[in-house]
């Protein structure tokens, strides 16, 4: 007997297949969110993070991929039929992680993170280095400006450092 979530999740699936049914050329993002072991291993994130940027090379996807405590959250980006391959074909099936839930899928103009194929952090206690890897203005007076404003929200919440938790206010 299937359980209330699994009938949720197989709904949603259906919605994603509808959504990336058409104009297979266009530009998308994909954040979705998932959740992992608390004692995942170092080299259990390595290794996702190198066949995550080989699939991604080769299927011209781009990215950056979170870690925090239990929980992942991934930004993909590329052609409409990439990112449908790669979420449907490789991320619902992986083992590694569980209970995805997409919290955006859009067409995109162009790309928040256009040079890498996956970029990989775990967070904890310098997140203020990783902002500033993230950001176009190596200056960082907003760290995330140049993302598309759905992916800046996602990546704001789920970081834990405050000072780039929120936007400064114009002046």
């Known amino acids: 007997m299937k359980t209330t979530m699994s009938l949720l999740n197989e709904h949603r699936t259906a919605e994603l297949q509808d959504a990336f049914g058409s104009e297979a050329d266009e530009l998308w993002q994909l954040i979705y969110i998932s959740s992992c072991s608390p004692d995942i291993s170092d080299g259990t994130l390595r290794k996702i993070e190198e066949e995550a940027v080989a699939a991604n090379r080769a299927a011209d996807l781009t990215g950056v ?16 039929s990439a990112v449908s391959t790669a979420y449907f074909a490789r991320i619902l099936t992986a083992t590694s992680h569980w209970g995805q839930i997409v919290v955006a899928s859009n ?38 400006a140049g993302l598309s404003p759905v992916a800046e929200s996602f990546i704001r919440t789920f970081l834990p450092y405050s000072g780039f938790n929120r936007r400064e206010e114009a002046g």
Do not use: C, T, Y
């Open 65 to 80: 991929l979170l870690h925090k405590q239990a929980n992942f959250l991934q930004v993909l980006e590329g052609r409409k």
């Open 107 to 144: 067409r995109i103009v162009g790309r928040s993170f256009p040079i890498w194929s996956m970029d990989f952090h775990e967070l904890g206690d310098n997140d203020e280095a990783i902002l500033e890897r993230l950001s176009s203005d190596a200056g960082g007076r907003d760290a995330l």
